[in-house]
């Protein structure tokens, strides 16, 4: 299980998720005072990065949303959750062009799927290396069981699976670890998921937040049985609506993983964690919903630490 971590980044990442969460809690308390008195202000916008927005899309509606990210590593938090910037002349570069789709099987019933390819770039003491493929692809069910009114947001419950369809071992080590594209949550496992989505239309503003825990199963990574930590995936956002179809959003995004295993013994210090921080700006109407972000990795432990920009556009069909 996810254990409770007594490091002071992961105190401080569950301090910050706490209190995100519990912003999100009080607009939702104070929705029947804000909320538009007609009920039908839905502006369009393309939603947050990785938050979901619990609305489903409708009957045979198909939505298209495709991403490119552009990553850039200036260091990693290392076990202890101390920066650690990379040695002058490194560069550890990342391009991902993924794309997800919604179509609604019912009205308040969908399924979904994600599927990226990247493109690793990284210079190390002066050796360069370069390697492009798959990364890992989800499938996902959505049912919405509450739709929006007065102080109940609109709430969907999810089931996903991640698929290693990225490269995750026998890696080449002329390479440096850029042949390498499972999910940084650990490549080469199937992880079943479950969790909620919430979405609460307080005019101006559209409140985000989603949970959801997945639980990876045992996989043989180079010949050693490899049993990833089960993670949590903890999201929220708000989104500012201006005039003439522009919107301003803010996103934080948190990750929690437990230590893995390597042929049934617990790897010591092996477990993640990440706070991830994410304004932009959008441009949306009825059929085109466009949006500019910019990722920043703040706090974390064993992971890298990423500055992104992200574009992403959805067209509706």
């Known amino acids: ?8 980044n992961h ?4 301090n910050m998720a706490l209190w995100g969460f519990s912003l999100c809690a009080l607009l ?27 609305d489903t899309v409708g009957q045979g509606k198909l939505i298209v949303q495709p991403f490119i990210f552009y990553n850039r590593t200036r260091g990693e938090f290392n076990a202890d959750g101390h920066y ?19 179509y609604g099987i019912m009205d308040k019933w969908e399924f979904d799927a994600q599927i990226v390819y990247q493109e690793n770039y990284m210079t190390q003491g002066g050796i360069k290396a370069h390697d492009e493929g798959l990364g890992d692809s989800y499938l996902f069910t959505r049912y919405e069981f509450i739709e929006d009114n007065g102080w109940l947001p609109t709430t969907t419950g999810l089931l996903q699976i991640k698929m290693p369809t990225g490269k995750y071992q026998h890696e080449d080590p002329n390479k440096l670890g850029t042949d390498l594209m499972g999910a940084t949550t650990g490549g080469g496992s199937w992880d079943p998921g479950v969790g909620i989505n919430l ?8 409140v985000h937040a989603d949970l959801i825990a997945s639980f990876p199963q045992q996989v043989r990574v180079n010949e050693n049985k490899t049993q990833y930590g089960n993670y949590l995936n903890c999201d929220a956002a708000v989104e500012y609506f201006l005039s003439k179809g522009f919107n301003l959003m803010i996103e934080v995004n948190g990750l929690l993983q437990g230590d893995k295993r390597l042929n049934g013994e617990m790897v010591p210090a092996s477990d993640t964690a990440s706070l991830t921080l994410s ?12 949006l500019i972000a910019y990722q920043r990795t703040l706090l974390g432990t064993n992971v890298d630490a990423n500055d992104s920009i992200v574009a992403t556009f959805v067209y509706s069909f």
């Open 11 to 14: 105190s401080i990442l569950e």
């Open 279 to 290: 304004p932009g700006i959008g441009w949306s109407n009825d059929r085109i919903q466009i």
């Open 28 to 54: 939702l308390l104070i929705s029947p005072v804000l909320a538009d008195e007609e009920g039908k202000w839905n502006p369009p916008s393309t939603g947050p990065i990785a938050t979901w927005a619990a």
């Open 1 to 8: 299980m996810i254990r409770r971590c007594l490091a002071s």
């Open 199 to 206: 979405t609460k239309k307080l005019k101006p503003f559209i």
């Open 84 to 102: 650690v910037p990379l040695p002058k002349g490194d560069k550890e570069l990342q391009f991902q062009q993924e794309i997800s789709a919604q």
